[in-house]
């Protein structure tokens, strides 16, 4: 361990008894840490609780006590989706006291190298990818963070000749502090999280923390393509390793010949590595990439970056590359139905990433979007529902600016779907307006384009209700 006496004798608040929560309790109590697990939540709504019990870790359930956190406290840890406007977490910072999220104590206690993967749209099938590519290389790779094991849970078990790779979140880079990848990538920058975040400077800020404590040895993988990654560079004083999909790059990795953006062509292309010396090596033919869309040619060659910064060969990566067929809930293939093609791409939590997963098909679509309300207009994707799609469901919270945006767009099929007591039920419907919407040739969507708070505990819930409804039509 990096730093076995970093947390011993020091009392701890752990604030959220999540996942992440929970392994961090016993982490930091196993270095000999005091610690108190606290979670707003009443006691049965905490099923771990009786297990950190029976450690010895003090557990408070049912609300926040107003005497929780108090000067002799060394360190608050807290759930990365708890607001720092909660009243422990203020009064924490109004103390003086470190506030942190569990991706700052694996960062401390691992031995592995780490490499770290943050970015509006794109993270878990880019860090699924390199952990395949690394994996290929025979690299020992440990993949976790935001994609699935809490990182200080994977951090117990790594050693030096393992390789840490690990989606992190805004929210989870926000509260760190120390923490220095070896390998930092930012894949690109959107208009999300506002709600939590309260801006986009604080949003910008968070996500480029994960460059914050690089220095000489590290590397930054940076997307050439997106203004805010590239405002950065002047502060990244790592050794810069970008990628692109529509520029060629002096050194990085890029498609060759480049796309120009918002332009189709059916020219042949490569992913292609030129490295410092001015040698050009082809990786891939763009063909041969196993999951659609050009996003997911700059998530492949964001992966390539990576894995090449980290030591891999460059004739390990076709493989991966060609054989992955994408994460569940991201532009997912269903089922074909009436020769009507379904795809579940309920991760689309923005804009953004609705608009990329609309530019992946040539075919009509009929568009299946809407969630919870964080204050966004939806213009942004007026251009692209104009030329892609054919009609629009909308549902939840942001249904009428759904619709409204899909009215700008010229659309003449609009459905708004009731939001019902029953979030099921009303997904499912949505599903049955899709259908009777589309005709043999088109393709039915679901990229909501919001959060899935307002009606579903997560994307994955909405993901898979949309899956089920899909095989029930």
């Given at each position: 361990?990096?730093?076995?006496?970093?947390?011993?004798?020091?009392?701890?608040?752990?604030?959220?008894?999540?996942?992440?929560?929970?392994?961090?309790?016993?982490?930091?109590?196993?270095?000999?840490?005091?610690?108190?697990?606290?979670?707003?939540?009443?006691?049965?709504?905490?099923?771990?609780?009786?297990?950190?019990?029976?450690?010895?870790?003090?557990?408070?359930?049912?609300?926040?006590?107003?005497?929780?956190?108090?000067?002799?406290?060394?360190?608050?840890?807290?759930?990365?989706?708890?607001?720092?406007?909660?009243?422990?977490?203020?009064?924490?910072?109004?103390?003086?006291?470190?506030?942190?999220?569990?991706?700052?104590?694996?960062?401390?206690?691992?031995?592995?190298?780490?490499?770290?993967?943050?970015?509006?749209?794109?993270?878990?099938?880019?860090?699924?990818?390199?952990?395949?590519?690394?994996?290929?290389?025979?690299?020992?790779?440990?993949?976790?963070?935001?994609?699935?094991?809490?990182?200080?849970?994977?951090?117990?078990?790594?050693?030096?000749?393992?390789?840490?790779?690990?989606?992190?979140?805004?929210?989870?880079?926000?509260?760190?502090?120390?923490?220095?990848?070896?390998?930092?990538?930012?894949?690109?920058?959107?208009?999300?999280?506002?709600?939590?975040?309260?801006?986009?400077?604080?949003y910008v800020a968070s996500k480029a923390k994960i460059f914050a404590n690089q220095g000489e040895g590290d590397t930054a993988v940076l997307?050439?393509?997106?203004?805010?990654?590239?405002?950065?560079?002047?502060?990244?004083?790592?050794?810069?390793?970008?990628?692109?999909?529509?520029?060629?790059?002096?050194?990085?990795?890029?498609?060759?010949?480049?796309?120009?953006?918002?332009?189709?062509?059916?020219?042949?292309?490569?992913?292609?590595?030129?490295?410092?010396?001015?040698?050009?090596?082809?990786?891939?033919?763009?063909?041969?990439?196993?999951?659609?869309?050009?996003?997911?040619?700059?998530?492949?060659?964001?992966?390539?970056?990576?894995?090449?910064?980290?030591?891999?060969?460059?004739?390990?990566?076709?493989?991966?590359?060609?054989?992955?067929?994408?994460?569940?809930?991201?532009?997912?293939?269903?089922?074909?139905?009436?020769?009507?093609?379904?795809?579940?791409?309920?991760?689309?939590?923005?804009?953004?990433?609705?608009?990329?997963?609309?530019?992946?098909?040539?075919?009509?679509?009929?568009?299946?979007?809407?969630?919870l309300d964080r204050g966004s207009d939806y213009t942004e994707l007026v251009p692209v529902l104009s030329e892609r799609v054919k009609a629009?469901?909308?549902?939840?919270?942001?249904?009428?600016?759904?619709?409204?945006?899909?009215?700008?767009?010229?659309?003449?099929?609009?459905?708004?779907?009731?939001?019902?007591?029953?979030?099921?039920?009303?997904?499912?419907?949505?599903?049955?307006?899709?259908?009777?919407?589309?005709?043999?040739?088109?393709?039915?969507?679901?990229?909501?384009?919001?959060?899935?708070?307002?009606?579903?505990?997560?994307?994955?819930?909405?993901?898979?209700?949309?899956?089920?409804?899909?095989?029930?039509?």
């Open positions: 361990m990096k730093h076995p006496e970093l947390y011993r004798g020091k009392e701890v608040i752990v604030l959220g008894l999540a996942k992440s929560g929970v392994q961090v309790a016993k982490v930091l109590h196993s270095f000999g840490a005091i610690v108190t697990a606290n979670d707003q939540k009443d006691r049965d709504q905490c099923p771990e609780a009786g297990e950190l019990e029976a450690l010895g870790i003090t557990v408070i359930c049912g609300g926040h006590p107003e005497n929780l956190v108090h000067p002799g406290i060394s360190l608050l840890v807290k759930n990365p989706g708890i607001p720092y406007k909660v009243q422990p977490v203020q009064k924490a910072l109004d103390l003086g006291i470190d506030v942190i999220t569990e991706v700052e104590v694996a960062y401390h206690i691992c031995d592995a190298p780490i490499i770290g993967i943050t970015g509006s749209n794109g993270k878990t099938t880019t860090t699924t990818w390199v952990g395949n590519m690394l994996e290929e290389a025979g690299m020992r790779p440990i993949v976790a963070g935001n994609i699935g094991t809490p990182l200080c849970e994977a951090a117990l078990g790594a050693d030096s000749g393992n390789c840490m790779v690990t989606e992190l979140s805004s929210f989870q880079l926000k509260g760190t502090r120390e923490f220095r990848p070896r390998i930092g990538c930012l894949l690109n920058v959107a208009e999300t999280h506002l709600d939590y975040h309260g801006d986009m400077e604080d997307n050439w393509d997106d203004s805010t990654c590239r405002k950065l560079v002047p502060y990244i004083k790592a050794k810069l390793l970008p990628f692109s999909t529509n520029e060629e790059l002096v050194e990085g990795v890029y498609v060759s010949p480049p796309y120009i953006p918002d332009v189709e062509d059916s020219l042949p292309r490569a992913i292609v590595y030129r490295d410092a010396h001015g040698q050009v090596t082809e990786i891939i033919p763009v063909e041969e990439v196993g999951i659609p869309g050009r996003f997911n040619i700059a998530n492949a060659a964001a992966a390539c970056a990576i894995s090449i910064a980290a030591g891999a060969p460059l004739d390990r990566l076709r493989g991966p590359l060609s054989s992955f067929r994408g994460v569940e809930h991201r532009l997912e293939y269903v089922m074909d139905r009436s020769d009507v093609a379904f795809y579940n791409n309920s991760k689309a939590t923005n804009s953004k990433a609705t608009a990329m997963a609309l530019a992946s098909f040539k075919r009509p679509i009929v568009l299946i979007a809407g969630g629009v469901v909308a549902l939840g919270q942001t249904a009428h600016k759904i619709a409204k945006a899909a009215e700008m767009a010229g659309l003449k099929q609009i459905v708004v779907v009731d939001n019902g007591e029953d979030a099921a039920e009303t997904l499912r419907a949505a599903v049955k307006e899709a259908a009777a919407a589309a005709s043999p040739g088109d393709i039915v969507l679901l990229s909501p384009a919001c959060a899935s708070w307002d009606m579903f505990a997560s994307y994955e819930v909405r993901g898979r209700i949309f899956k089920e409804a899909v095989h029930n039509l």
